[in-house]
């Protein structure tokens, strides 16, 4: 069932994509898609800071605009009360540029020629290579978000937060953080951290520290919000994500 969002522009239409993004990262799924994209255009202008998680969510978009742009479909969003969507287009003379190159490659090729030995060798040498190259690479990252509550309102969530980053590993990154209000006076940690896929699962970084003694003093339970593969440019992302996240905490605690 698609989600909907009524009159973003207005204050009453931004807090409730505020309170929406409270608990998620993107507009459907876990990694930015064209639902992003939709409501990304619908905006008029990028949000007050005063709506912390739109201006943590718009930014985040608008930089894999910038850098990477966004391919994945979604699973469909309805805007109301809105401006007309935004399209984004494709560079006409690049993707000419590109078929006119794909043609000229395509006529050198002699489709019922033999392919000789030294061709076999040559084809040979790269394929290689790409194998060996991919072997080094098997090893990605991942970012992930976690929800970490307290027993209760009583807990220190300094202390929790300091038992938490004071977990060390081969592999495993702390990131940005905030408390998030739960509800009868009791708020949770939200962390960002990234990770090496075949140094860390975070299954085991869940039960084993986080939950285990003496960390569980602390923490009632620890749920993974979101969870996206990220390649070189992503870390640049993520990064940059961490420090838009910091400077907001700042402005809004100031």
């Known amino acids: 069932m698609a989600v909907t969002f009524y009159d973003l522009n207005s204050d009453t239409g931004l807090k409730k994509h505020d309170d929406y993004l409270l608990t998620h990262s993107y507009i459907t799924g876990y990694q930015a898609s064209k639902d992003d994209l939709t409501v990304y255009s619908a905006l008029s202008k990028p949000p007050s800071s005063e709506y912390v998680n739109v201006s943590r969510w718009y930014n985040h978009i608008d930089a ?8 994945a479909e979604g699973s469909g969003v309805i805007v109301e009360g809105s401006s007309p969507i935004a399209t984004f287009p494709v560079d006409d003379k690049k993707a000419a540029a590109a078929a006119a190159a794909d ?3 395509n006529d050198d090729v002699d489709l019922f020629g ?3 030995e030294e061709e076999k060798k040559a084809a040979e040498e790269p394929s290689a290579a790409i194998k060996a190259s991919a072997k080094k690479n098997e090893s990605g990252k991942s970012s992930v978000l976690l929800d970490i509550k307290p027993w209760d309102d009583e807990t220190d969530m300094k ?6 980053r004071s977990i060390k590993m081969e592999g495993l990154h702390w990131g940005a953080s905030k408390l998030v209000p739960v509800g009868y006076g009791i708020k949770k940690l939200q962390i960002m951290l990234t990770i090496v896929d075949d140094l860390v ?4 970084l869940i039960e084993e520290h986080l ?3 003496p960390i569980n003093e602390y923490v009632q339970s620890c749920d993974i919000v979101a969870f996206n593969k990220i390649s070189f440019s992503s870390v640049i992302l993520f990064v940059l994500g961490e420090c838009c996240v910091l400077l907001l905490c700042l402005q809004w605690s100031i």
């Open 64 to 71: 894999l605009l910038r850098i990477s742009g966004v391919s």
């Open 103 to 105: 043609d000229d490659d």
């Open 114 to 116: 033999e392919e000789t």
């Open 159 to 164: 202390k929790l937060e300091e038992a938490v």
């Open 201 to 204: 699962s975070v299954d085991n």
């Open 211 to 213: 939950m285990a003694e």
